[in-house]
């Protein structure tokens, strides 16, 4: 998508601090945390939600929970402590940009109900 700022990231259009990155997803820092560890794991594949997920992003569903959040919750030294894993979809979701994200929120307490 030619407007699409998580897909200008995902080209390296637009700069951005990169913690991972791999054949099928770019992760970056947030740009306004809201916690001292907040990372988005962005598919490189334009998906505008997780309603429009398909068949044949099994394998990329399974590659952002099984390998890439775990790989960087360790990287982030919050694995142990515990983090927050948030997909916001829609707009009652909360969801601002319309290309599937993943938050990784970690080091401190989250509390609950979230919001």
Known sequence: MLDCIFCK????ETKSTIVYEDDMVIAIRDLDPKAPEHVLIIPKKHIASINEFKAEDKDLAAHILVDVVPKIANDLKIAESGYRVVINTGEDGGQTV???HVHILGGRSMTWPPG
């Open 98 to 100: 319309h290309h599937l």
């Open 9 to 12: 990231i995902a080209n390296k």
